[in-house]
């Protein structure tokens, strides 16, 4: 499968979905705009990574393989979320 399949695919699938996308991560993201930022954070990094949807592309149905990245997507913004505010500091040692 090459580059514009996969992308004619993803654009597809957001084109359909993201919307729905966004209601379903919105409780765990708290509203609607940083829902919004998951899901194409999500959509984003499949684009980055085309090529290794391509390789398995045969054997996982797309959807599925967005799911773990939208995962990810939400798990970084959690921790960024809960390290806003906290200044980081290098103990010194004495």
Known sequence: MDQAAVYR?????????FKDLVKRYSG?????ADAQD????????????????????HRLEFHKWLHGSLLHALRDFKKAEQ???MVVT?????
């Open 9 to 17: 695919i993803i654009e597809d699938h957001y084109r359909e979905n």
């Open 28 to 32: 765990a993201a708290n509203c609607a």
């Open 38 to 57: 998951i899901v194409q954070d999500g959509y984003t990094w499949c684009l980055e990574n085309w090529e290794r949807y391509a390789k398995i592309a």
């Open 83 to 85: 390290n806003i505010g």
């Open 90 to 94: 290098k103990e010194e040692t004495y």
